[in-house]
């Protein structure tokens, strides 16, 4: 059932690339500059007169709700909150009729997720669903949807479910630019092209494992890591924290790289590996700066950067490469080496990686 993968973890790491091509099937027609999903055709009208789009969610799902902030606001030029499901639906939060509210959730019973969506619906918002399980409970709740279809996924830490939420919500964002106007159809076109081509690049950032796994023998010891991102992989580097706190239970903590300086910079010394990524479009200089300001405080590097990069090779102790891609698109690469960094390192430490302690899979009680 594991299909020879030691672990559902792994298995479900490297289905990836069938995953999201699962995902865009039927639905990304490249060639002919289209993108098809009744969920939204059905509904333009709401997302268009929308004056936000309110994301809620929970853990890894959350994540995927803060790079959608991103895509949104940058392709659909749509404001967007995101929203830990739990905090909002105590907050007595501002909710219209003009409200659209995006509910993500792998399994779509996660209680708190279910709850906010109930608490949006009865304020007269329009609820669309990202789901994984077919037919769960927020899939029968929300008022339209669009389903992941990344097949099961049983591993208690989330990793195709995210590529996929990342994939859905990047056609939605491109579907409402193309209908807005706020992309040039060149600009359009190249999306879909490149997205097209996002699962072989999956597969290409997956040949780093046998690295991933020599670098994560390296650092399966410590007691801290950072993980530090900036724009589109920001949201990454919480992902990337979140999925080594879960199965290997080393602590780890997510920031935005610019943030360090902040705060987290008087905790690195040469006991605190620092994952940076650090990919060629997107801050790429800012970044090599936060670079030698860690260096300069001997903190060890393990920089994810682009194929054929320099500059970040030549400061950090380790690279580990993903192919080149577009900007937005570029967290779907990124999270590879870090779901693979975690599971190494959770595997050599001889924690149960796929069902890790005081956690479910789904989370049906708040
Ligand atoms: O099923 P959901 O997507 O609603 O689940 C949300 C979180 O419970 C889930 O992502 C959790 O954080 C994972 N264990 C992360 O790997």
Redesign the pocket.
């Known amino acids: 059932e594991k299909g020879g993968y030691d672990h559902f973890m792994l298995k479900e790491i490297y289905e990836q690339p069938l995953a999201i091509k699962d995902t865009y099937r039927g639905r990304l027609l490249a060639d002919e500059g289209i993108i098809k999903m009744a969920g939204i055709e059905d509904n333009m009208k709401r997302f268009l007169n929308a004056d936000r789009i309110i994301i809620v969610?929970?853990?890894?799902?959350w994540h995927a709700g803060l790079v959608a902030e991103y895509i949104f606001e940058d392709l659909a030029r749509i404001p967007v909150e995101v929203e830990y499901a739990s905090e909002f639906r105590y907050r007595n939060p501002v909710i219209t009729e003009k409200d659209v509210v995006i509910s993500?959730?792998?399994?779509?019973?996660?209680a708190d997720?279910l709850a906010a969506i109930k608490l949006a619906k009865s304020k007269g918002a329009f609820v669309f669903g990202v789901c994984n399980v077919v037919g769960s409970s927020i899939a029968r709740e929300t008022d339209a949807g669009a389903y992941t279809h990344a097949g099961p996924e049983i591993g208690?830490?989330?990793t195709k479910?995210f590529t996929t939420q990342i994939t859905v919500l990047t056609l939605i964002a491109l579907r409402l630019a193309r209908a807005k106007g706020t992309m040039s159809s060149s600009d359009y076109r190249r999306h879909l092209h490149e997205l097209e081509l996002i699962p072989e690049k999956v597969t290409k950032a997956l040949e780093a494992d046998k690295h991933i796994q020599a670098v994560s023998q390296l650092y399966k010891d410590s007691h801290n890591m950072l993980y530090l991102g900036r724009g589109y992989n920001f949201p990454v580097a919480l992902e990337g924290a979140?999925?080594l706190k879960?199965i290997s239970y080393i602590h780890a903590e997510g920031y935005p790289a610019a943030e360090m300086k902040h705060g987290p910079i008087a905790l690195i010394d040469e006991n605190m590996p620092v994952i940076i990524i650090a990919t060629k479009k997107g801050h790429y200089e800012k970044v090599v700066s936060n670079i030698q300001e860690i260096k300069a405080r001997k903190g060890k590097i393990i920089g994810i950067v682009t194929e054929g990069d320099v500059s970040v090779r030549e400061l950090a102790d380790h690279v580990i490469e993903v192919p080149e891609t577009l900007e937005n698109l570029s967290p779907l690469l990124t999270t590879i080496p870090l779901q693979l960094l975690s599971y190494h390192i959770a595997v050599m430490l001889g924690k149960n990686v796929d069902q890790p302690r005081n956690?479910a899979k789904?989370?049906t009680v708040e």
């Not at 969610?57 to 799902?61: I, N, Q, R």
């Open positions: 969610a929970c853990g890894t799902s993500i959730s792998q399994s779509g019973e996660t997720t208690v830490a989330s479910a979140l999925k879960e956690l789904s989370v």
